[in-house]
């Protein structure tokens, strides 16, 4: 079983920058495929950015792309969302999930959960 905590959530103004953090621990961090979603009030949770258990390969939603950054440090087994020209519309609780089969934008194909971090932007 993996357990996974976000944090680094806040409250920011639009065009501020927030980083995300996910810690990892119980099993091999390296092995899995992470991927990070959000979920807005009244809303479905949306995929938001995914990685390959190496770093190598990355994927986003198409409204977060030139702007949020996908990394993982397996070294610290951490996985990371730099989150740039913050926009109202990006606020919502945000998640990491991990799996050890696919790199995937759904969320049923994921595995674990962490609890999730809010993110508000608002002036």
């Known amino acids: 079983q993996v357990q996974l905590a976000e944090s680094g959530g806040g409250l920011v103004q639009p065009g501020g920058s927030l980083r995300l953090s996910c810690a990892a621990s119980?099993?091999?961090?390296?092995?899995?495929?992470m991927g990070w979603f959000r979920q807005a009030p009244g809303k479905e949770r949306e995929f938001v950015a995914a990685?390959?258990?190496?770093?190598?390969?990355?994927y986003y939603l198409d409204s977060v792309k030139g702007r949020f950054t996908i990394s993982r440090d397996n070294t610290k087994n951490t996985l990371y969302l730099q989150m740039n020209s913050l926009k109202p519309e990006d606020t919502a609780v945000y998640y990491c999930?991990?799996?050890?089969?696919?790199?995937?934008?759904?969320?049923?194909?994921?595995?674990?959960w962490g609890q999730g971090t809010q993110v508000t932007v608002s002036s």
């Open positions: 990685i390959n258990q190496y770093g190598t390969y990355t």
């Open positions: 999930a991990g799996n050890y089969r696919i790199l995937t934008t759904t969320a049923h194909d994921y595995d674990f």
């Open positions: 119980g099993r091999t961090f390296s092995n899995y495929y």
